[in-house]
Nanobody
Framework: HLQLVESGGGLVRPGGSLRLSCAASGRHFDENSVAWFRQAPGKERAGLLCIKSNGRTTYYTDSVKGRFTVSKDNAKNTAYLQMNNLRPEDTAVYYC??????????????WGQGTQVTVSS
């Protein structure tokens, strides 16, 4: 399995932007789909969006549509989550995960350790 490390989290004001990175080590990153999840305090982990190996994006929730985008640089073995117009309710620990299955519905076998995003004035 791939090993994943997220980075880029931090404190940002409402309306601000952050870009999270998910750096992968291992083989065949280009064949993997990459998804982003988050877990807010006291809540279950929730899926946000996913980019397939063919570059297509699937959103798991409407709450981030129009604000969050995902991209993947196979040459750098890195995926990104661009977050714009952040809201206090986006505060959470953000995780990336990969699946070699090609889709975005299941089979996420590699997970990062998470990076904290706090949106507050």
């Amino acid at each position: 399995h791939l090993q994943l490390v997220e980075s880029g989290g931090g404190l940002v004001r409402p309306g601000g932007s952050l870009r999270l990175s998910c750096a992968a080590s291992g083989r065949h990153f280009d064949e993997n789909s990459v998804a982003w999840f988050r877990q807010a305090p006291g809540k279950e982990r929730a899926g946000l969006l996913c980019i397939k190996s063919n570059g297509r994006t699937t959103y798991y929730t409407d709450s981030v549509k129009g604000r969050f985008t995902v991209s993947k640089d196979n040459a750098k073995n890195t995926a990104y989550l661009q977050m714009n117009n952040l809201r206090p309710e986006d505060t959470a620990v953000y995780y990336c995960a990969t699946t070699p299955a090609g889709g975005c519905s299941a089979g996420f076998v590699s997970w990062g350790q998470g990076t904290q995003v706090t949106v507050s004035s």
